[in-house]
């Protein structure tokens, strides 16, 4: 494989440090609820073929509504990944500029992940402060990306006709740019946290003979 592949050895320390959120290393597709689903086997797919795609920089847009598993699916192809033994960093745009403006001694390190990480996620598009100084650090993150030639997946709630046609001409920048990277694929379905949340209160509904 190409240099930047880590030794399989090192997948628990890749995956300890790529994560925003430390209950996105059990999102994997063993703990797929709908592992016959269409976008399952979609995301299955593009783990098994990551080579391929972070030779050629392909990445995905996941888009859809509150709750349907883009994070979850983001995240099970991140896990993927890192067990093939590559570098991913998962977060989202405003942990990015929290640690641009940070002044701590890891802020170069993690800043260089955001282009030099074999797969770049960004959870959440759409969800930033609407400014025109956070709109224009989202395209230079988008842009650095661009530039290194390396695969990003992005989630988001934002439907396609918004990251098409969006009449804001700093968004339209963003996600012109974004599209020139990722393949749109709609997460369809019913909320799967609407559905978490009744599972964990059905034993107190019990209690409570509710």
């Known amino acids: 494989e190409t240099q930047d592949v880590i030794n399989r050895g090192e997948a628990h320390k890749l995956r300890y440090k790529a994560f925003s959120e430390a209950k996105m290393a059990a999102w994997t597709f063993e703990a797929d609820e709908s592992p016959d689903s269409k976008i399952s ?24 509504d ?9 995240a099970c192809v991140a896990n993927a990944v890192i067990d093939k033994g590559y570098s991913v960093l998962m977060t989202n745009f405003s942990d990015i500029i929290n640690k641009q403006q940070e002044k701590l001694d890891g802020k170069t390190a993690y800043m260089s992940r955001v282009s030099d990480d074999c797969l770049l996620v960004i959870d959440d598009l759409g969800i930033e402060r609407e400014t025109s100084f956070m709109r224009e650090q989202v395209y230079n993150i988008i842009d650095t990306r661009y530039r290194s030639g390396k695969p990003l997946i992005i989630t988001t709630n934002l439907s396609i006709q918004e990251l098409m046609n969006d009449s804001d001409i700093d968004k339209r920048r963003i996600y012109d740019r974004i599209l020139e990277m990722c393949l749109p694929i709609e997460v369809k379905g019913k909320s799967r946290r609407a559905k978490k949340a009744g599972e964990n209160f059905q034993d107190m509904r019990d209690l409570l003979g509710l």
């Open 66 to 74: 509150v709750g349907t598993g883009k994070s979850f699916y983001a």
């Open 41 to 64: 086997q979609v995301m299955r797919r593009y783990a098994e073929n990551f080579a391929d795609m972070k030779k050629n920089g392909k990445g995905l847009i996941l888009y859809g």
